[in-house]
């Protein structure tokens, strides 16, 4: 009767502990971190905004600077100081990792390619390995790049289905067991923003372009978490990077330097609309001090990240987000 009781206890405190720290899976125990999803409100969304002084001037980023980032962040997230185990609480040696990058108006920001060559430095620092990684949406890749796994561009042969639509995904999810979201943070004409979501979302469509009319009115709203929330997808990713080294924060995705703010910054999260919306900020606070045509609006919404939130795929809600900006660690 006693060990019954003692096993009772035993559960009751492990609940309890699941109960206060939220769902996500706990480090050492053979599974990832992942987004949160904590409809009680018992935990925040942490976002760190790493800073480099020296890690871009223009388009020349500074290789030193931008390992330091990247280690600081993932340090931050894990709450270890070992980068080595730090990045293994994302991904593991047996993962076929994407590391997936902003097409569509990445290129002309000058930053993802210099920012992909430090990310592979990382990663095979700490012991991945090469043939294991797969760069997606580059056009121009860097020489750290020879070796990785080659990126086959193409589709499914069957349709997926999200919300009340469906389209062919991207062929290389097949290919990959893990995600890490690479997006560059900008302005969009008809999204409004441009980060997590919509990186990982209508750009792995085949025929993104039949949701514009109703975007038009609808700015990504459902598609965009709807597409995110995809077992293809959503079930993959392990962590969010947003490039804020250098950002668009009107115009886009069409870039005019004129409306890029400088900003040498990295931003880390396991929750991507908590991240979105912190982005979110950033862009609007860029309009109240950086040049802005005067018929602009300063002031810019992206309902997606509402429903993303009523989904459950995170935090649109600052008053639940734990934002820190911080400079790299000196190592």
Known sequence: MKEGMGNFGWFFWAALLILLIGPSV???????????????????????????EFAVRGTKLHRPSLVKMLNTGVRRLSGLEDAKAAWREFIHDDDVVALVFTWVGGHDLGTNRGLAGALIECLVGVGFKKENLMLVGLDDLP????????????????????????????????????????????????????????????????????????????????????????????????????????????????????????????????????????????IRRSRLTMPLPTTAEVDLEASYLRTAMAMGLGYDDLNFIDYVHLRHDKD
Request: contains cysteine; hydrophobic residues 40%.
């Open 26 to 52: 706990l480090p050492g125990q053979g599974g990832y971190r992942r987004a949160i999803d904590d409809p009680l409100g018992l935990q925040k969304a942490a976002v760190y905004d790493v800073y480099g």
């Open 143 to 282: 020489d750290e790049a020879a070796g990785t796994r080659p990126f086959k561009y193409g589709w499914r042969r069957e349709k997926s289905s999200f919300g009340a639509d469906s389209d062919y995904l991207a062929g290389w999810l097949d290919e990959v067991t893990a995600i890490i979201d690479v997006p560059s943070i900008m302005d969009d004409n008809v999204i409004n923003l441009r980060c997590c979501l919509a990186n990982l979302s209508l750009p792995l469509l085949k025929s993104p372009a039949k949701l514009y009319d109703y975007m038009m009115e609808n700015p990504g709203d459902p598609f965009i978490p709807e597409v995110y929330e995809m077992a293809e997808i959503r079930g993959k990713v392990r962590l969010h990077i947003a490039n804020g080294l250098r950002l668009l924060y009107y115009g886009g995705p069409d870039v005019r330097q004129v409306y890029v703010n400088e900003r040498s910054t990295l931003l880390f999260s396991l929750d991507p609309v908590a991240l979105d919306r912190v982005a979110l900020e950033i």
